[in-house]
């Protein structure tokens, strides 16, 4: 069946620092790929996306490029600020004869001064 | 324009009392989808739907949980009789697959329930 591995956080960065967020999917076909952003005390919300091999989501200085070869959507940002301090959740979507997105667990990454 | 809006974003009960979730997708978004949020089991989707069918409720705990969506702007979620470990964060998501075919979700801000 479908579903999305990632990183175990969480993830301690000094600012400016390099992120990398890890994330492998295993799906049938052609899936759709996000990455989702949860800051504290609030709903998710798309930082970005891509939806086909070789396509770049980018967002807030913030990409992942879509790897078939290796079915990875990894984040990566150069420079982090206190303020992405959040959880990170990758995600897929594949038209199954309903749009059912299938999330992972989230990797919370906490950025110090 | 409004996002998803969710009623009441706090909810302090006793166990033993029902409890009612309410959400309102984003006007024109044909999916709708209640999700629940624990720190030990992170995001869970408990039921979607399409046009108002439930097409997926395969999460939904137990029978104690139940999901409506009368009409294509207001859903419910009722947990009767509720139980001190269904106290989490409820989040009420919509999307549009038909305008956005990548089926970017909207999340609610979330329903912080806490069941004594």
């Known amino acids: 069946g479908n579903s999305v591995t990632q990183m175990e956080g969480p993830v301690t960065l000094s600012e400016e620092a390099f992120l990398t967020i890890n994330c492998t999917y295993t799906?049938?076909?052609?899936?759709?790929l996000f990455w989702y952003v949860q800051y504290p005390g609030e709903g998710l919300q798309l930082l970005l996306k891509a939806t086909k091999a070789d396509d770049k989501g980018s967002n807030k200085g913030f990409e992942a490029t879509y790897r078939k070869e290796t079915t990875s959507f990894h984040l990566e940002k150069g420079s982090v600020q206190v303020s992405d301090s959040a959880v990170y959740f990758c995600?897929?979507?594949?038209?199954?004869?309903?749009?059912?997105?299938?999330f992972g667990a989230g990797t919370r990454l906490f950025v110090k001064a | 324009d409004a996002g998803v809006i969710q009623s009441p974003r706090h909810e302090v009960t006793e166990m033993g009392q029902e409890v009612t979730l309410r959400c309102k997708p984003i006007?024109?978004?044909?999916?709708l989808f209640w999700y629940r949020q624990t720190m030990m089991r992170g995001l869970e989707l408990l039921i979607y739907f399409n046009n108002n069918v439930p097409i997926d409720d395969s999460g939904m705990p137990e029978d104690r949980f139940s999901a409506k969506m009368p009409n294509a702007s207001f859903s419910t979620l009722k947990i009767q009789p509720s139980e001190p470990r269904d106290s989490a964060v409820y989040f009420c998501a919509s999307s549009s697959p038909g305008r956005d075919s990548t089926d970017t979700q909207y999340f609610g801000p979330g329903t912080r329930l806490t069941v004594l």
């Open positions: 006007s024109g978004h044909n999916s």
């Open positions: 995600a897929l979507t594949r038209n199954t004869g309903g749009f059912k997105t299938i």
């Open positions: 799906a049938t076909g052609y899936p759709s």
